[in-house]
């Protein structure tokens, strides 16, 4: 079964920095295309940035210049370097991506990391 875990969450004060990990683990033939998405109190789902499997990066505009998308397919891990953190940038941060394994193909979801940017 295909797992996504998340990892790196925290309270930062604005201008700060985190980083946030996310491990796909299963039986995993390959992956297509990974990401991150946003979810703040009493708002809808938005993606973040994602990567596909040959390095190409996309980004929603709130987060260009700063938050930064890699992935590293030897270790089925995609990372989000966040820099120069803002208030609106609380939120849980759920990661996602494309999966083949021994019996699909599927979207699958990890359970959210805790962002908290305090002013």
């Known amino acids: 079964q295909v797992q996504l875990v998340e990892s790196g969450g925290g309270l930062v004060q604005a201008g700060g920095s985190l980083r946030l990990s996310c491990k796909v683990s299963?039986?995993?033939?390959?992956?297509?295309?990974m990401g991150w998405y946003r979810q703040a109190p009493g708002k809808q789902r938005d993606l973040v940035a994602d990567i596909t499997s040959g390095g190409s990066a996309n980004y929603a505009d709130s987060v260009k210049g700063r938050f930064t998308v890699s992935r590293d397919n030897a270790k089925n891990t995609v990372y989000l370097q966040m820099n120069s953190l803002k208030p609106e940038d609380t939120a849980v941060y759920y990661c996602n991506a494309e999966v083949r394994d021994i019996i699909r193909l599927g979207i699958y979801w990890g359970r959210g990391a805790q962002v908290t940017v305090s002013s």
């Open positions: 299963g039986l995993i033939f390959s992956i297509n295309t």
